[in-house]
């Protein structure tokens, strides 16, 4: 699926970032999960959820930024652990930084 | 008492910065760049083809760096008698490297030793040295530290830039490839020398999770010699084992120089800690109130077995201490938690 398809549709962006992004990407498969462990309310920093660190949120940047060609830029840590808070969290995220793009384009053109 | 009474350094080619590796892997280097507070790092190989121009190997630093410090020290060759070189990525597994640096800066008779500990490594460098030194098996010493990581990595990461993991691009951001030197001797000669007040090296947590693996060149990778070796056979990376241990090891570490000297950090005029990314670094700093660090490791790159050489060689040669202040160096590598540190006193 291309980015296009992915951006355009809600429900198969938050199918990605939950099996794609989160689940292969963060090779979650090695640390015992599996893919039905990862919700759409997951939460992904807590130690009652998956306990992911800094690194692994920078992991899931750069992921968006290279699958899906949109620019996250530096977050501040609060910043990011609110916008990386849960898969849902981080599909309003990508949908957010794909209006600020289109709306960039519109004023640019 | 055995004293450093010099030093020199060498790194190859002119520093990479974030931005000259963005027109490499794209823009996702200034997010990790910010991130990781990583500047520069040198590298042997063309950032932009992985290719070694001038066919430069780790030896090739040492013995730049080494010459460096025989001529800063002005010490006669044939009176130095111990050559120990710190590093994790030398030319070859035989021979050692301290015999290639002694045959190229020509040096008669000597005893050579090479260590492998990682960033920890030099201090067990200076340890032995000093160890030589006061029981009079040799007068003066030389610990060199050099790694060459770009041409284990370099290419291979260019090969997969278009899917690269943050883990793996951190070892192209994050290390570097250099040398540096000091020479150690029995006598204090010049006005510029640090007597080595104490020198520890210990490992004790062996069985804690690595932090960082350097799998190639052990017989265990049984791809050695496979073109399409991927990234995690040749160094593997997991920062989330590093940040909460290298704490504790920091933690220790500063309490043994309390108890075993009696010092607190307020008595050094630098703590010159592990050289690892300067986020750590300043996460470190911060937990501990150090206030005096010196650290370079943004604008070098993570040298492991040459880092603490490296930023004892700019405050040396850069910073004019006054006599009876004092340099902490603390040292600690993740692979197996080697830790220790050594006590410096300007003469």
Redesign the interface.
């Given at each position: 699926m291309d980015k296009n398809e992915l951006l355009n549709n809600k429900k198969q962006l938050l199918e990605w970032v939950k099996q794609e992004l989160i689940f292969k990407?963060l090779d979650l498969a090695n640390l015992g999960l599996s893919v039905e462990e990862v919700n759409d309310n997951t939460l992904l920093f807590e130690k009652v959820g998956l306990d992911l660190?800094?690194?692994?949120g920078?992991?899931l940047?750069?992921g968006i930024?290279?699958k899906l060609g949109l620019?996250?830029?530096?977050l501040k840590e609060d910043a990011a652990k609110t916008k990386f808070a849960t898969p849902q969290s981080i599909c309003d995220f990508v949908l957010e930084l794909q209006l600020v793009k289109g709306q960039s384009h519109t004023s640019n053109s | 008492m055995a004293y450093i009474i010099g030093s020199g350094s060498y790194l190859p080619g002119r520093p990479v910065t974030n931005e000259m590796l963005s027109e490499v892997f794209g823009d996702s280097i200034g997010l990790l760049g910010d991130y990781f507070e990583v500047v520069s790092r040198h590298f042997v190989v063309d950032y932009r083809t992985g290719d070694n121009i001038n066919d430069e190997n780790n030896s090739d630093f040492c013995i730049k760096a080494a010459q460096e410090a025989i001529q800063n020290t002005q010490i006669p060759k044939k009176e130095i008698g111990l050559i120990i070189t710190c590093t994790n990525t030398p030319d070859y597994s035989l021979p050692q490297t301290s015999t290639l640096i002694q045959e190229k800066v020509g040096l008669k008779d000597v005893i050579p030793l090479d260590l492998r500990g990682g960033c920890s490594s030099p201090l067990q460098g200076v340890l032995i040295a000093e160890s030589f030194i006061k029981n009079g098996l040799v007068e003066n010493a030389m610990v060199v530290g050099g790694e060459c990581f770009s041409t284990i990595y370099y290419k291979t990461l260019l090969k997969e830039k278009a899917n690269y993991l943050v883990k793996d691009l951190m070892n192209g951001l994050i290390f570097g490839d250099g040398a540096a030197a000091v020479i150690i001797s029995k006598n204090k000669t010049g006005n510029n020398a640090f007597a080595i007040e104490r020198t520890v090296s210990q490992s004790s947590f062996s069985d804690w999770p690595s932090g960082l693996l350097i799998p190639l060149g052990g017989s265990k990778v049984k791809q050695l010699g496979v073109a399409n070796i991927s990234l995690g056979k040749l160094i593997r990376h997991v920062p989330k084992e590093i940040e909460p241990r290298l704490s504790k090891v920091t933690e220790i570490v500063f309490k043994k120089v309390h108890a075993e000297n009696g010092y607190t950090l307020r008595d050094f005029k630098y703590v010159v800690g592990p050289q690892a990314n300067k986020h750590l670094i300043n996460s470190l700093n911060k937990r501990f109130k150090v206030m005096n660090s010196f650290y370079c490791g943004d604008i070098t790159g993570n040298v492991p077995g040459a880092a603490l050489l490296l930023a004892f060689d700019k405050l040396f040669r850069g910073y004019e201490l006054k006599k009876g202040e004092k340099i902490l160096m603390l040292g600690a590598e993740s692979s197996k938690w080697i830790y220790g540190y050594s006590i410096l006193n300007k003469v």
């Open positions: 990407r660190d800094s690194v692994d920078l992991e940047a750069v930024e290279q620019k996250v830029g530096s | -």
